[in-house]
C-alpha cells in the first residue's frame, strides 16, 4: 500500500509493460487511469483488476 493516495497515469498502460505496471500499482494502492488507443483491451484490464480487488 505504498502508493495508497496517489494517482497513476499510465500511457499505453492497456497491454505489456505498460499493463504490468498498471497492475502493479494497483496492487500497490494506487489509483489508475489508464490511456491507450486500444480501448477494448483497456477495459478488459480494468475488468480483470476490478473482479481481483
Same mark, same amino acid.
Given at each position: ?6 494517482? *497513476? ?11 504490468g505496471?498498471?497492475?502493479? !500499482?494497483?496492487?500497490?494502492? *494506487?489509483?489508475?487511469?489508464? +490511456? ?7 477495459? +478488459? !484490464?480494468? +475488468?480483470? !483488476?476490478?473482479? *481481483? *480487488?
Amino acid at each position: 500500500m505504498r502508493f495508497k493516495g496517489k494517482t *497513476a497515469v499510465i500511457t499505453g498502460g492497456a497491454n505489456g509493460i505498460g499493463a504490468g505496471c498498471v497492475q502493479r !500499482l494497483a496492487q500497490e494502492g *494506487a489509483n489508475i487511469m489508464i +490511456a491507450d488507443i486500444d480501448d477494448h483491451s483497456a477495459t +478488459a !484490464l480494468v +475488468a480483470e !483488476l476490478e473482479a *481481483a *480487488a
